[in-house]
């Protein structure tokens, strides 16, 4: 699943991917709108399956990340207001998922980001993480090699 869940630098949220054209992909917003938009090989595009967190021995692949918040939330959306927390609620939070999470490459608007992708796949409905791992093979970003 994650590697159809797509973050797009620069837009809000996250993006479920619907087709492939010849040089775009046509992808569709996981919220109540749905809209669908052409993302081009300028845009630069994520699969939630290939991000990863940072710790002091390790890179835990996303899936597991949150996985650890589901069990913490108990599939509930997080109560963490991330848009208004501070530095240290951020990084006390983070702490209790991802206990060994290297504090010198992982930032606070990684943290928010993390919180808001979560309430959003919760919200959506789209909680299996176990899902979300990455698949071999998977390159969304093929396209580029086209052009």
């Known amino acids: 699943m994650l590697d159809t869940i797509l973050a797009i630098a620069g837009k809000p949220g996250l993006y479920r991917l619907v087709s492939r054209g010849n040089h775009n992909l046509i992808v569709e917003s996981i919220d109540a709108q749905k809209r669908r938009m052409p993302v081009f090989a300028k845009d630069q595009v994520i699969s939630l399956a290939d991000i990863a967190m940072y710790t002091n021995t390790e890179e835990v692949p996303l899936a597991d990340v949150l996985t650890a918040i589901q069990e913490k939330e108990q599939h509930q959306p997080c109560p963490l207001d991330y848009k208004k927390a501070t530095r240290d ?7 209790e998922v991802l206990k060994d999470y290297d504090a010198d490459r992982i930032y606070p608007a990684d943290v928010k980001k993390l919180v808001q992708w979560y309430n959003i796949l919760v919200g959506a409905g789209l909680d299996d993480f176990s899902k979300l791992r990455p698949t071999q093979g998977t390159n969304i970003d093929d396209r580029k090699s086209e052009e």
């Open 89 to 95: 609620e951020l990084f006390a939070y983070l702490g």
